[in-house]
């Protein structure tokens, strides 16, 4: 008797998960798509990076064999050739490149006279674990090279002279806090703007207090800002602090526009704050919004916004699902007039989607809300 009843028990909880189509999706689709998208996103092998040569020995045939044996590799992708060392900082700044070689004048002769060569490798350490990996690659391709020179003259490779000289751009201290830092933020900023926003506010509908307020004289977008407004003012708070320690405490360098810096982070907090309306307008509980809001904008922010692995070692299709994360070009932007110096006028690209992306999302968010919570005659 007590089987029978067991059984009937553990029959009716099967119903009553099958019933429940939402959790039953999210139980399978959950953990495919984090395999999937762990599988693609995680990996320490870096390719086709784009560099540019500086060839001061004006086309000696022994540089041209180097930049060849640099094209032939995966790792590498020759996109431009620096005339001046000038140029080396405004390549940078551009973010065509990841990397410059320059090769020294006396490159050839130096080659037939020791039996090794000597090259500098410059790099954008902002990124620092894209840049140590692809000092790297480098640096195996220059000591393959000084091998074959040694063998033409009879020598062991071990005894080469040849070496690299690298040079970090941007973190010459190698500091890790300097490339963690704007990662940092923007996870704060999409933990209390957006998740606080979207939890908030679905508790408000699942306790109907929101719908008692949409019949006061107040519009229903007017009761939404006037909610929202407080994380605005705290995520800016806590953005600001965090800011000061990485300067004050980490030595985190701000060589370009403060006012820009303002700009970009508040348009940033903006998009945030319309993505959490935007979940709260589809969701119809606290459980919901907090999951909805850790796996549609915690996961991606981290993942696949270029904080923790380079967005250039992922698919294609990968990457262009990147261009829609917020903290993309968020990270991008800081990373630009923080290490980098950038004027505000070359980093008018992150600047306009993320404008773009707040006045969107935020509207949008607007829209629905106060049209599904509008009360009804």
């Known amino acids: 008797m007590r089987n029978t009843s067991f059984l009937s028990f553990v029959a009716k909880e099967w119903r009553h998960i099958l019933r429940e189509r939402r959790t039953l999706a999210m139980l399978f689709a959950m953990p495919l798509a984090l395999v999937m998208l762990f599988g693609y996103v995680i990996s320490s092998d870096i390719d086709h990076t784009p560099v540019a040569v500086l060839d001061s020995s004006h086309g000696d045939p022994l540089a041209r064999r180097l930049v060849r044996k640099l094209s032939a590799a995966d790792q590498f992708r020759i996109v431009d050739n620096v005339r001046r060392e000038a140029d080396i900082d405004g390549a940078f700044k551009k973010g065509t490149v990841k990397m410059v070689i320059v090769i020294p004048p006396?490159?050839?002769?130096?080659?037939?006279?020791?039996?090794?060569?000597?090259?500098?490798?410059?790099?954008?350490?902002?990124?620092?674990?894209?840049?140590?990996?692809?000092?790297?690659y480098a640096s195996g391709i220059v000591a393959d090279l000084n091998a074959e020179l040694n063998a033409s003259h009879g020598l062991s490779g071990a005894v080469s002279p040849g070496r690299t000289n690298v040079r970090m751009m941007f973190n010459p201290e190698l500091k890790s806090a300097y490339m963690f830092l704007p990662g940092v933020i923007a996870l704060i900023v999409m933990v209390v703007a957006a998740m606080m926003t979207s939890v908030t506010l679905a508790r408000e509908k699942e306790t109907g207090t929101l719908r008692l307020l949409t019949v006061s004289p107040l519009k229903a977008r007017t009761i939404v800002l006037g909610k929202v407004l407080p994380y605005f003012v705290l995520t800016a708070i806590n953005t600001t602090v965090i800011m000061l320690l990485g300067t004050l405490v980490f030595g985190m360098p701000c060589y370009g526009s403060l006012w820009g810096l303002v700009l970009l982070c508040g348009l940033f907090i903006l998009s945030a704050i319309g993505l959490g309306i935007l979940i709260s307008s589809v969701v119809k509980t606290q459980q919901s919004a907090l999951t909805s809001s850790l796996l549609g904008l915690f996961l991606p922010t981290m993942l696949l916004s270029g904080f923790i692995f380079p967005l250039d070692n992922m698919p294609v299709a990968l990457q262009w699902a990147c261009q829609a994360v917020p903290a993309t070009w968020f990270i991008e932007g800081i990373k630009g007039l923080m290490l980098k110096g950038q004027p505000v006028s070359d980093l008018w690209l992150p600047l306009a989607v993320l404008g773009t992306m707040a006045v969107v999302l935020v509207g949008l968010a607007l829209a629905l809300f106060s049209r599904k919570e509008r009360p009804r005659s």
């Open 106 to 136: 006396d490159f050839g002769s130096d080659a037939r006279r020791y039996g090794g060569t000597s090259v500098q490798l410059v790099t954008d350490a902002s990124d620092l674990n894209v840049a140590t990996t692809i000092i790297g």
